[in-house]
């Protein structure tokens, strides 16, 4: 099985999962101070890039009756994603769409806020990405990116990189190795119930041994050596 059948297996895992956490070391708090710094604001046009399940969304629909639009490329996320928000009575506010990042062009200046959350590699990476949110935002609008970045240089280029494209920081918000923590469990619980699930599965063992080497790898190396940040900018003009 090569490394793009595992990660499909391991989003058909996070897919059948029960937990409808958001998939990013951010716990609930962060998530909430995140909307805080963004000053959400009732009804307003959101655009989430690489929206997964949609939890995002949802929760921002739910307090701030915001409009939202939804993309992602697994059209599975996208299932649930109309599911969670019709569960949540937000559906009518909500828009999911299957598309490629890659290729995906959102309509200029019309969005209020645009995010992307653990999704910006699809996109060329941060650079490339906060260029293309920043131009799908309107005037005085706002963007969340939520990254993983290498050190204290990667990072002070990305700070550099929104002035560059006319972009103010006005947030940074850290993830903490419990975040990192409560994210992987997610991830390991989940493996482990699809395991017991679907016990004649041919990629069953390679994904389970593969979870097993994700875990001695991740202590060994005395947790995440990636370092996640949220970032979060409002436009200049
Ligand atoms: C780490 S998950 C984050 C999901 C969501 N933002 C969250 O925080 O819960 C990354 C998401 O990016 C989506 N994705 C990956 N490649 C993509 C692409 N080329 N186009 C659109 N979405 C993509 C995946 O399907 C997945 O839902």
Redesign the pocket.
Known sequence: MSDSQDTQVL?EVLAGSQDPM???P?SEEKLRRAADYLRVDDAERVL??????G??LCDWAERFRVQGTG????QD?IALARQDADARGVGGLLDFVI????S?VPPVAQYDIVT????S??MGGFFSAIVQMAKATRPHGRILV?DAYQNDQDLAKRVRAGAENGLDLIGMIHGSDDEWDAYYSAQWRAAYEWGLRYPDRPERERLLERMRQHQVRYVEQGRPRARWVTLIFARQD
């Open positions: 989003y958001i998939w990013n951010m989430d890039l690489g929206c997964g399940r939890r995002l993309v992602d490329i697994n996320f598309a490629d990042l890659a995906y992307c959350v653990g999704a590699d699809a939520g």
